[in-house]
């Protein structure tokens, strides 16, 4: 029996199952079985009313878990099925409220990775053929893009963890809120929301007056604090990030550094790591870094601020949100 069927049928049994996408690492559970959802929730330390997302493996699915979709909804999973975009529809009735956070709305996606749609698929002949799948990380923590990565925050909460190699994106997938009118981008991904405007442009995609962000579905990724290291970690501009440096280095701190360029001193108390240039890379390895980083046992760690330009949106986010949440006491959600 291969990795894959067992891992359909841990599913089946409403057991948990680790399997790569290529975003990050999810926490799958059967996605109509309440009780194994609610392992996820225990197993991540995660707030019960925080929705999940549902991922399915073929598009011919997306109306058992959603209603009343419309046609920019399609016109998005035609160009970016599967991949990373997660759609926010109205809910079918059926589904459990331990998916959505109790509200009337749900989250969607095809995941873009050979061994998550050969799950998918394999469960599709044992049960629902949909898993709810989060990051595979404790709550608020650094998400994980390899399978060694959850072996070391939930290695004794899943069944099986199916090894994908390093995930290709290497950040969570955009989410769009198509529930109430006109599409709008509730978390930024590698799809920009440029990109997502001009796939709708010409749908009918029912626009309505302006809605109160407070109305906005609560989604995964939307918490202040977010896929944050244990070690605090600041974001400096460029143009103050070697006097910020000398300042920890005179103060006695030890820091890790993550900045575009390679490091111009040599100090004892600094580990100075050099990023990628290019947003797409900067992204896949943002996590991975963030782990180093973590790991380096320092009493601080520096970012330098990414650019301020729509290709970055994305890793800006993050950035932003683990600076947020580092620290030992740190809380927020990743998924």
């Known amino acids: 029996m291969s990795d894959i069927q067992q891992a359909a049928q841990h599913l089946a049994a409403g057991e948990l199952v680790a399997m790569p996408t290529e975003t990050v690492y999810g926490l799958a559970a059967d996605a109509s079985n309440p009780a194994a959802v609610a392992k996820i929730f225990a197993a991540k330390g995660r707030p019960a009313d925080h929705p999940l997302i549902v991922h399915i493996g073929d598009v011919a699915q997306l109306e058992r878990w959603a209603r009343d979709i419309p046609p920019a909804a399609y016109a998005l999973a035609a160009k970016y099925w599967p991949g990373p975009l997660t759609l ?39 049960g629902s053929g949909a898993v709810a799948a989060p990051s595979a990380n404790k709550f608020g923590r650094i998400s994980p893009t390899k399978a060694a990565h959850v072996k070391s925050d939930l290695g004794k ?99 890790a550094v993550l900045a575009f360029s390679v490091s111009p001193l040599r100090h004892p108390a600094v580990l100075w790591f050099a990023a990628a240039h290019s947003a797409a890379h900067y992204a896949h390895d943002l996590y991975a870094n963030l782990r180093l980083l973590d790991a380096a046992g320092v009493d601080l760690i520096l970012v330098e601020q990414p650019p301020q330009s729509p290709e970055w949106r994305a890793v800006t986010d993050r950035l932003g949100r683990a600076a947020v949440g580092s620290g030992a006491d740190a809380d927020g959600e990743a998924s």
């Open 88 to 126: 926010i529809l109205k809910r079918q009735p059926g589904v459990p409220d331990a998916v959505t956070g109790g509200q009337d709305t749900v989250g969607i996606r095809i995941p873009n990775h050979p061994m998550a749609l050969s799950l998918l698929a394999e469960f599709a002949k044992l």
């Open 157 to 255: 909460d899943v069944a099986i963890i199916l090894d994908g190699g390093e995930c290709a994106v290497g950040i969570e997938s955009t989410i769009v809120d198509l529930s109430r009118g006109a599409p709008v981008v509730l978390r930024p991904g590698a799809i920009t929301e440029e990109e997502i405007a001009a796939t709708v442009a010409g749908t009918d995609h029912t626009p309505q007056a302006p809605v109160a962000a407070a109305a906005a579905p609560r989604v995964s990724g939307a918490l202040a604090a977010h896929y944050a290291p244990r070690t605090p970690l600041q974001l400096i501009a460029s143009d103050a990030l070697l006097k910020q440096v000398d300042a920890c280095v005179f103060k006695g701190q030890t820091i």
